[in-house]
């Protein structure tokens, strides 16, 4: 329970947890407010309410025995307050006063009022609950007709004084009206408390999505800034790819031109370089048998040179004692090269003459054959 919270705001929320069943909460403050003012019949009649729905009678006849030992002490004090201030009252309407202690008994003095005859009633009530005990239900004695008379006759300062204390009590006492207007206000400072309660949670969850929705665009741009970045490199790592395969081709077209280039520059000046004819005299230095047992890579070394157009003719001597080529090439030194590659040279089974001559007289159509137009 907040200190701080006024008794009537106090009261309503233990109404409020009564109402939603939690009992035991709304015990807990009436119990409270019961402390603090064990005269207050609203708090004592909710709370013996409360306690006899929870079944709890210790609680209850505790409250009880509380409330009317309350009670008779605000009697006893507002009496005595009275004496003092009405000596000589209270002196003539002392033998009266005794009369209806004798009369009343031990409650006289709480006779007449509806709230602490029901507080007795269940008082012995309980506590037959308790003891399981029946007992008699004290009933609250009630002033003789004669009594009253003589009151009303013998002490009329006193009767002007307990009327004057219960009007300054109803005074105290809210009216209806007030409470109705002070409920009504309570009502409304809770509506416009619970509406700004409401505005303050939506103004904080409009921020939070305002808040959440600026992070997504955030982290969006991020991811299209780093889409657009990566699709940058790929582009850039293409065109350069591109770029030097385009480079490399380049120089690849290049470097084959080149080399056809030079190729061609070759053959161009190998056909201008005049081209001779060769006889060739190989003259046999070992046995036949030695010279048939060569016969495979010497004929394999003629098929070359007839491929690449250096050998025109060849053939056995008659008798056999070595062998003929006819050669053509641009200078006797390439010959030389040539027929030393020889499996016959080169394993000195025989030697060569090379005797070179310049044709000037051939038949008809066989120069073309022998020595072709370098021009061509």
Same mark, same amino acid.
Do not use: C
């Given at each position: 329970?907040?200190?701080?919270?006024?008794?009537?705001?106090?009261?309503?929320?233990?109404?409020?947890?009564e109402?939603?069943?939690?009992?035991a909460?709304?015990a807990?403050?009436?119990?409270?407010?019961?402390?603090?003012?064990?005269?207050?019949?609203?708090v004592?009649?909710?709370?013996?309410?409360?306690?006899r729905?929870?079944?709890?009678?210790?609680?209850?006849?505790?409250?009880?025995r509380?409330?009317?030992?309350?009670?008779?002490?605000?009697?006893k $004090?507002?009496?005595d307050?009275?004496?003092q201030? %009405?000596p000589?009252?209270?002196s003539a309407?002392?033998?009266?006063?005794?009369?209806?202690?004798?009369?009343?008994?031990a409650g006289?003095?709480m006779?007449?009022?509806?709230?602490?005859?029901?507080?007795?009633?269940?008082k012995?009530?309980?506590?037959?609950?308790?003891?399981g005990?029946t $007992?008699?239900?004290?009933?609250?004695p009630?002033?003789?007709?004669?009594?009253?008379?003589? $009151?009303?006759?013998?002490?009329?300062?006193?009767?002007?004084?307990?009327?004057?204390?219960?009007?300054?009590?109803r005074?105290?006492?809210?009216?209806?009206?007030?409470?109705?207007?002070?409920e009504?206000?309570?009502?409304?400072?809770?509506?416009?408390?619970k509406?700004k %309660?409401h505005?303050?949670?939506?103004?904080?969850?409009?921020?939070l999505k305002?808040?959440?929705?600026?992070?997504?665009?955030?982290k969006?741009?991020?991811q299209?800034?780093e889409?657009? %970045?990566?699709?940058?490199?790929?582009?850039?790592?293409r065109?350069k790819?591109?770029?030097?395969?385009?480079?490399?081709a380049?120089?690849?077209k290049?470097?084959?031109?080149?080399?056809?280039?030079?190729?061609?520059?070759?053959?161009?000046?190998?056909?201008?370089q005049p081209?001779?004819?060769f006889?060739?005299?190989?003259?046999?230095?070992?046995?036949?048998?030695?010279?048939?047992?060569?016969?495979?890579? %010497?004929?394999?070394?003629?098929t070359?040179?007839?491929?690449?157009?250096?050998?025109?003719?060849?053939g056995?001597?008659i008798?056999?004692?070595?062998?003929?080529?006819?050669?053509?090439?641009?200078?006797?030194?390439?010959?030389?090269?040539?027929?030393?590659?020889d499996?016959f040279?080169?394993?000195?089974?025989?030697?060569?003459?090379?005797?070179?001559?310049?044709?000037?007289?051939m038949a008809?159509?066989?120069?073309?054959?022998?020595?072709?137009?370098?021009?061509?």
């Amino acid at each position: 329970m907040d200190p701080g919270k006024s008794i009537g705001a106090q009261l309503t929320a233990a109404s409020q947890l009564e109402k939603t069943g939690q009992l035991a909460g709304a015990a807990a403050i009436y119990q409270k407010l019961f402390d603090s003012d064990p005269a207050n019949k609203q708090v004592i009649a909710r709370l013996l309410i409360v306690y006899r729905k929870l079944k709890d009678y210790k609680k209850e006849l505790s409250v009880l025995r509380d409330a009317l030992a309350a009670y008779k002490l605000q009697q006893k $004090t507002a009496r005595d307050q009275w004496i003092q201030s %009405h000596p000589k009252a209270a002196s003539a309407g002392k033998s009266m006063l005794r009369q209806l202690e004798k009369a009343g008994g031990a409650g006289a003095g709480m006779a007449g009022d509806p709230s602490i005859e029901g507080w007795l009633k269940r008082k012995q009530l309980v506590m037959q609950k308790i003891t399981g005990k029946t $007992t008699k239900v004290t009933q609250l004695p009630r002033q003789s007709k004669k009594i009253a008379a003589d $009151t009303s006759r013998k002490t009329p300062s006193l009767l002007r004084s307990q009327n004057l204390t219960k009007s300054r009590q109803r005074q105290k006492e809210p009216k209806p009206s007030q409470l109705e207007e002070k409920e009504r206000q309570r009502k409304q400072k809770q509506r416009q408390l619970k509406e700004k %309660h409401h505005q303050q949670k939506q103004e904080k969850q409009r921020q939070l999505k305002e808040k959440q929705h600026q992070q997504k665009q955030e982290k969006q741009r991020q991811q299209k800034e780093e889409k657009q %970045h990566r699709q940058e490199q790929a582009r850039i790592a293409r065109e350069k790819a591109a770029r030097e395969r385009r480079e490399a081709a380049a120089l690849l077209k290049q470097e084959k031109q080149e080399l056809k280039r030079i190729a061609a520059e070759e053959a161009r000046k190998k056909k201008q370089q005049p081209i001779s004819l060769f006889v060739i005299l190989l003259t046999y230095q070992a046995s036949l048998d030695k010279i048939d047992a060569a016969m495979k890579q %010497h004929m394999a070394y003629l098929t070359k040179h007839y491929d690449n157009g250096s050998f025109l003719v060849s053939g056995r001597q008659i008798p056999r004692t070595g062998g003929v080529i006819l050669a053509r090439a641009s200078n006797k030194a390439a010959v030389e090269k040539t027929v030393n590659q020889d499996p016959f040279i080169k394993r000195k089974l025989a030697t060569a003459d090379i005797i070179e001559f310049n044709p000037s007289q051939m038949a008809r159509g066989l120069r073309k054959w022998l020595i072709p137009d370098p021009k061509q």
